[in-house]
């Protein structure tokens, strides 16, 4: 199986595009597409254990033993700057049976987070096309007002 997610660079988070739930017997291979370059994926399982993949060409592996319970993940880039990319992924939720692993995504709500986020950068922009607009009319004023003043 094949798990997709999408980085969206403006909210800084990442979804799983793979929505229907998957069987596995072997590794959980995932695609991360808008990857940053040198982006490492980091996993948390319910245990608290830990597990760092390189993402090579948008793609790495969870090995199988690895999956058990809700799968938490975060995009990075570990160069050791504060502004380096940093993505909240979707958690996956995970299910043994027998040898086989059920994959797939630990949330029925993401398109609607998606438009919420959305929506909200709209009412950003809004806000700030009308402080611009503000801004423009205060200095429009105060060229008038200094038109009318002669400076030597």
Do not use: W
């Amino acid at each position: 199986m094949k798990m997709e997610y999408k980085l969206i660079e403006i909210v800084k988070k990442g979804f799983i595009l793979t929505r229907e739930p998957e069987l596995i017997d072997g590794d959980l291979f995932i695609k991360f597409t808008n990857a940053p370059d040198n982006a490492t994926a980091i996993f948390e399982n319910k245990n608290g254990d830990s597990l760092y993949r390189t993402i090579d060409k948008e793609e790495c592996s969870v090995p199988k033993d690895f999956l058990d319970g809700v799968i938490r993940c975060k995009v990075v880039v570990l160069n050791g700057k504060p502004d380096a990319p940093k993505f909240d992924c979707e958690n996956i939720y995970t299910k043994k049976l027998d040898d086989k692993i059920i994959c797939c995504p630990n949330g029925i709500d993401t398109p609607l987070q998606i438009v919420e986020m959305l929506s909200g950068l709209q009412s950003v922009r809004d806000d700030l096309s009308r402080l611009f607009d503000k801004h423009e009319k205060i200095s429009q004023k105060l060229d008038k007002l200094i038109e009318g003043y002669e400076f030597e």
